[in-house]
């Protein structure tokens, strides 16, 4: 059994997703980030960085392991699974890389233009042109490698897409708000659409329900 302590963000459903995908059990344990639910003790004990995503995984070799950061996560659950992540060669390459190029760009940038463009007490329109831009530049490298293959570690679905769709989707209604006149991402789009299609996404997606 996998404790999942998640809050209804994108970084939050990443997480239900893989476990979904992975067919694991796991018991839903809210973390409020409104009511500051993240700084409670007993969560920093297994998240120390104050963040969701984390898990508590019972049934790993060593006794219980916890986890915390989404990208972590889902490497540690795809290599108990062996399965969403290569175990050797480029296909597992290019899935560690789109992964940790969610983590370290889309997700940051995404997640600081909807601040300062749907939620900032004042707008501040020199942040949100900023952050809007780089948000767009990230979206059109992903446009370029979807162009090519149908996901973004290749041939196959993998980690990769599930840590970026939840940004991805995001991301897109963001900036159809802000800028509808700006030019489509078919291949975004396209690729949007049959992840979202898949049962597990649809269900990790509702998690945490209210």
Do not use: C
């Amino acid at each position: 059994m996998i404790d999942l302590y998640t809050w209804g963000t994108p970084n939050g459903r990443k997480i239900p997703i893989a476990l979904e995908e992975l067919g694991l059990a796991y018991r839903v344990h809210p973390v409020d980030i409104g009511q500051n639910e993240q700084f409670a003790p007993d969560f920093l004990r297994i998240s120390p960085n104050n963040k969701i995503p984390a898990i508590v995984d019972h049934d790993a070799p060593h006794g219980p392991q916890s986890v915390f950061e989404s990208g972590a996560i889902l490497v540690y659950l795809a290599e108990k699974m062996d399965r969403l992540l290569a175990s050797s060669g480029p296909a597992r390459v290019a899935a560690l890389e789109w992964t940790f190029w969610q983590v370290g760009g889309l997700g940051p940038m995404a997640g600081q233009l909807n601040y300062f463009a749907l939620r900032a007490p004042e707008p501040l329109e020199l942040a949100i042109d900023r952050f809007a831009d780089e948000v767009r530049r990230l979206l059109g490298v992903m446009e370029g490698r979807l162009e090519k293959v149908p996901y973004l570690a290749g041939t196959d679905y993998s980690i990769a897409d599930i840590a970026s769709y939840p940004w991805t989707r995001a991301a897109v209604a963001t900036l159809e708000k802000i800028q509808p006149d700006r030019p489509p991402l078919p291949a975004v789009r396209g690729w949007l659409e049959r992840v979202g299609e898949r049962p597990a996404v649809k269900r990790g997606m509702e998690v945490p329900r209210a």
